[in-house]
Each structure stands twice: as structure tokens, then as C-alpha cells.
């Protein structure tokens, strides 16, 4: 069964300093991943997204993540946060082929000005 | 991407009753699905909810329990039945198009049920 895995489960920081969030997942075949975000007070919305090609994929606001297929990865990273940036963020995969979105337990990160 | 509304935003329900949740897309949609996100968990889905058949549940949950309908391409009801407070729950609503052989999915504000 397919499974998602989010290392920090609470992530703390200053303005200015750099983040990086874990995103693990097992399945064998071929996936498709996201990372979503929530703000306080609104809805997931989708940051960015990987299908093919470059597994290096820009996002919104700045955002960035990395697909490492040998790892099973595909953490998030930006290189100065803002406390704009202050959100519960969430990894998902899919199996291509299905509709299916498996979801991690989601990071809450906190920056502070 | 699809703008998605629900109604209500939050409840405060008995125990023993039954809630209705509508969603509601701003345009016509191939894929929609709801889920749930229990406190301090991430989501779960529920049921994908098929415009013109029975809804595809995933194991755990069951039609009676979480009856769906989706009369057209734009709209689609939960309902949680019999409810217990274990039921206490967010639950989100999303919509997709199938893109290279996935569905990209945009979510709903949710549903804020309290059962007591």
C-alpha cells in the first residue's frame, strides 16, 4: 500500500533563514507528487506539483521541491521564508493512472519576524 | 483552476443525528472526492464521488454510513449518518481533472463538524 511520510511535524523559524521539508513515500511504480498548503483560516491550495521531466519543479511564492527517485523523495525547500509563509504544508502522491491522493501527516511550519 | 464552496462551514450536531454536506464547483468537473481530516491527522479519502452511479468508497467506509450523491458535474453531497463523536471530523471536499493519468485536485474551505 502507498504511503507518505513527513519528517517534521512542527518546523520553527526565523525570517530570513532557509527551509527545507521531508517528504517521503513508498510505492514501487510510477507516481505523481504535490505539496499543498494551508494557510490559517483557509484552504488547501496546491503549491506545486510533479508529473515528469525535471525533477527539479518551481512552485508558488518562491517554493521549490525535488524529485530523487532513488530515495523516494521529494522534499520542499525555499531559500528565505517570510512569516507570510506561516502554514500547516502537506505532501501527496498518486499512482499514475489512478485519482487517488495519499497524503502525509502534514509539517506545521511557524516563522517568525 | 475550480473555486469549490461548502455548506455549512461548521455544525455543533447530537449524537444519533445525521448532517448533510454540500459542495458546490464553479465549473463542471470530471473527478470529485471527499475527505476527511480527523484532529491532528492528515486527510483521508473517503469516497470518490461518480456523477450518474454509486459513489467508490475506500475500505473503512461504507455507503450507509456516508451516503453520497452527485447529481451533475458541479455538485455533490456527504452525508455522515447516525453520527457519534467519534465522527467529529473537517470534512473536505475537492474536485479534479484527470491530467496525464492523474487528477490534479483543488479542495474545498471544509466542514467543521463537532458531534456531542
Known amino acids: 500500500a502507498q504511503s507518505v511520510s513527513q519528517h517534521n511535524h512542527h518546523v520553527i523559524l526565523s525570517e530570513a533563514a532557509s527551509l527545507e521539508l521531508g517528504c517521503n513515500y513508498s510505492?514501487?511504480?510510477?507516481?505523481?507528487l504535490f505539496w499543498y498548503v494551508q494557510y490559517p483560516g483557509q484552504h488547501l491550495q496546491l503549491l506545486l506539483k510533479?508529473?515528469?521531466?525535471?525533477?527539479l519543479v518551481k512552485g508558488i511564492k518562491g517554493f521549490e521541491a525535488e524529485f530523487i527517485k532513488s530515495k523516494f523523495s521529494f522534499n520542499l525547500r525555499k531559500p528565505s521564508v517570510q512569516w507570510s509563509d506561516t502554514a500547516e504544508y502537506f505532501c501527496?502522491?498518486?499512482?499514475?493512472?489512478?485519482?487517488?491522493?495519499?497524503f502525509g501527516t502534514g509539517t506545521r511550519l511557524q516563522v517568525f519576524p | 483552476s475550480a473555486v469549490i464552496s461548502q455548506k455549512p462551514s461548521r455544525d455543533i450536531c447530537q449524537r444519533g443525528t445525521s448532517l448533510t454536506i454540500q459542495c458546490q464547483v464553479d465549473?463542471?468537473?470530471?473527478?470529485m472526492f471527499w475527505y476527511r481530516q480527523q484532529p491532528g491527522q492528515s486527510l483521508t479519502l473517503i469516497a470518490t464521488?461518480?456523477?450518474?452511479?454509486?459513489?467508490?468508497?475506500e475500505s473503512g467506509f461504507v455507503i450507509d454510513k456516508f451516503p453520497i450523491s452527485r447529481p451533475n458535474l458541479t455538485f455533490s453531497t456527504l452525508t455522515v449518518s447516525n453520527m457519534s463523536p467519534e465522527d467529529s471530523s473537517i470534512y473536505l471536499c475537492?474536485?479534479?481533472?484527470?491530467?496525464?493519468?492523474?487528477?490534479?485536485?483543488?479542495f474545498g474551505p471544509g466542514t467543521r463538524l463537532t458531534v456531542t
Open positions: 475537492s474536485a479534479g481533472e484527470p491530467n496525464r493519468g492523474s487528477s490534479e485536485q483543488y
Open positions: 510505492y514501487g511504480g510510477t507516481v505523481n
Open positions: 510533479y508529473f515528469s521531466g525535471d525533477p
Open positions: 501527496a502522491v498518486n499512482a499514475q493512472g489512478t485519482d487517488k491522493l495519499i
Open positions: 465549473s463542471q468537473v470530471t473527478m
Open positions: 464521488a461518480n456523477q450518474g452511479s454509486e459513489a467508490t468508497y
